[in-house]
T-cell receptor
Framework: NAGVTQTPKFRVLKTGQSMTLLCAQDMNHEYMYWYRQDPGMGLRLIHYSVGEGTTAKGEVPDGYNVSRLKKQNFLLGLESAAPSQTSVYFC??????????????????FGPGTRLTVL | GENVEQHPSTLSVQEGDSAVIKCTYSDSASNYFPWYKQELGKGPQLIIDIRSNVGEKKDQRIAVTLNKTAKHFSLHITETQPEDSAVYFCAAKPLATGRRALTFGSGTRLQVQP
């Protein structure tokens, strides 16, 4: 199993440009999350999803949109990038209802991250 | 909502010494407290967790203690090794129905000096 993968690994944008970050998991997890990590601030939740077709706002949702059209994928979109969105973005997944490779657990499994710079 | 505070922000120890990182949380309804280790250039990885019905949990050189009355929990690493150098995050999970998101502390950068 690849676990949680993120695409791309690095990206540089100009202010006002748009982009989509892709997260994929092969652990049959119900829940998926997008976090951003800034120096001295830990990880802050942007949006999350408790199942295919569902999304919900986290702690810092402004300026981002998400979609969960397929259970294994969770997309994070920036419609008009701003320098304040320069950060490292992590996707995570959790909660296997059963039948998948991971047992029912609260453990969140993280991807390797995407480093985004907005100029 | 939940607020998690973590101390210290940086910690330097000599190889073989013990390291202790402390966290406090605000929501008395939180019932799950994991610790994550993040190595340079990688995503956080769970190293140990504890639930509110347990006061202490140990896994080899790593242990976590929980004091629900005082709303704080700690990570203890004994016999530290250079490979323990990383950023460590504590987290807490609120009991809000349908939400399984974690609230993270701000992280502790542990440096183990050989």
């Amino acid at each position: 199993n690849a676990g949680v993968t993120q695409t791309p690994k690095f990206r540089v944008l100009k202010t006002g440009q748009s982009m989509t970050l892709l997260c994929a998991q092969d652990m049959n997890h119900e829940y998926m999350y997008w976090y951003r990590q800034d120096p001295g601030m830990g990880l802050r939740l942007i949006h999350y999803s408790v199942g295919e077709g569902t999304t919900a706002k986290g702690e810092v949702p402004d300026g981002y949109n998400v979609s969960r059209l397929k259970k294994q994928n969770f997309l994070l979109g920036l419609e008009s990038a701003a320098p304040s969105q320069t950060s490292v973005y992590f996707c995570a997944s959790s909660y296997d209802r059963g039948g998948g490779p991971a047992p029912f657990t609260d453990t969140q499994y993280f991807g390797p991250g995407t480093r985004l710079t907005v100029l | 909502g939940e607020n998690v505070e973590q101390h210290p922000s940086t910690l330097s120890v000599q190889e073989g010494d013990s390291a202790v990182i402390k966290c406090t949380y605000s929501d008395s309804a939180s019932n799950y407290f994991p610790w994550y280790k993040q190595e340079l250039g990688k995503g956080p990885q769970l190293i140990i967790d504890i639930r509110s019905n347990v006061g202490e949990k140990k896994d080899q050189r790593i242990a976590v203690t929980l004091n629900k009355t005082a709303k704080h929990f700690s990570l203890h690493i004994t016999e530290t090794q250079p490979e323990d150098s990383a950023v460590y995050f504590c987290a807490a999970k609120p009991l809000a129905t349908g939400r399984r998101a974690l609230t993270f502390g701000s992280g502790t950068r542990l440096q183990v000096q050989p």
